[in-house]
Structure formats: structure tokens, C-alpha cells
């Protein structure tokens, strides 16, 4: 089944959630600024907002995070950090691969897991959000139909008999999208 929502419309329910979560103007949670930083955005925040979108948009958030998921991954944490706690480029490269869409400029080596984590934007969690419609099913599990739209409610129905339409999980799209990033990575190596 196809993405419903349209890049730009993820976005400006991120921002409208924000807004409503931080008490904030939506025109000043602009698609540079960090939900830390320059929105003043604390954990329990953070956790509201999580809250707010998967109501809204019937989908789970991941639980975990990029780096969390490439320890999973690699088998440990050994080639994720520096000797001063830092991440690597290696760590640095999967997070710019990611669903979040991360820039060199944003997320580079050396940077502390919590500068990471500081880094995010409405942004990066719209282009994420995205990324989880963008992995529907392909066909309605009710009645067979291959098309989706957005119910009244806002959420991705199927066009057919308007059953909720089951995204995979963020946890799904992290994970798929670590092993994708270090499979190119490994790839991109010179040979020999």
C-alpha cells in the first residue's frame, strides 16, 4: 500500500504536536531547529510528544534509538565509541544514513551520544515518522485493496474498507534501516 501522507504533511503535524506539547508558536518550530537547544524541549517533553503522534497518526515511535540498535547489530558497543566517549564515524555514518536524515554538519564524529541526541529536529522526526508509512503492507489484511487514504481521524485507512491500516513499528524501521546503513557501508569499503 502507498504513503498516504505527503512528506510536508508529516512535517506540520510534527509541528502542530510540538507546539502543543511545548506551549510553543508552530511558525517558530521551524525544520532547522533543535527540539533541545532552540525549543527548550525536556525528556518528559519528549515523551508527551512521542505520545501525541502515535495517538494521532495510530503509529509506535521507536522505543530505542540508531545506537542503541547498531550495538544490537555490530554485536557490542566497542566500535560505536571513542576512547573520550565520543561516537565514531562509523556511528556517524549509520545515523546519517538513518531514517532521521541527519547531516554531515549535524552529526559528525567525536560528538557525545547526548549531543546526538540534542541535535534532533521536528524535521528529522517528520522525515522519520514518514519513513514509517512509507513500509504499509501491501494489500489491506480485511479486505484485499491495495490503496490507502486519510481518514477524518487523520490516520492511514485503507481505501477500500476503511480498516486502520498497521504501519511497521519504529523499533521495525530503526532496525531495518541500521542493518541497510551498514551493508552499504561495508560495501563502500575498498576491497583488498
Known sequence: MRNPFEKEQIHDIVR????????????EIT?????????GAESLDLVEFRY?????????????????ELATALG??????DERGGITELAAEVLRRSAFGYT???VHAGMRPYEVAAA?????WASFTHAIFDRLPDTCTE???GETEI???????????GAAVEAATGDEVLAEGVRVALKEIENAQPVG
Open 16 to 27: 502542530e504536536g510540538l507546539a502543543q506539547v511545548l506551549g510553543t508558536p508552530v511558525s
Open 31 to 39: 525544520g532547522d531547529a533543535t527540539l533541545v537547544a532552540d525549543l
Open 76 to 81: 557490542g558497543s566497542e566500535r560505536l565509541y
Open 104 to 106: 554531515e554538519e549535524q
Open 120 to 124: 534532533a529536529t521536528s524535521a528529522h
Open 151 to 161: 481518514a477524518v481521524s487523520g490516520r492511514a485507512v485503507c481505501a477500500g474498507c
Open 52 to 68: 501525541e503522534m502515535e495517538t494521532r497518526l495510530g503509529v509506535a515511535l521507536p522505543k530505542s534509538n540508531v545506537l542503541d
Open 143 to 145: 479486505c484485499g485493496a
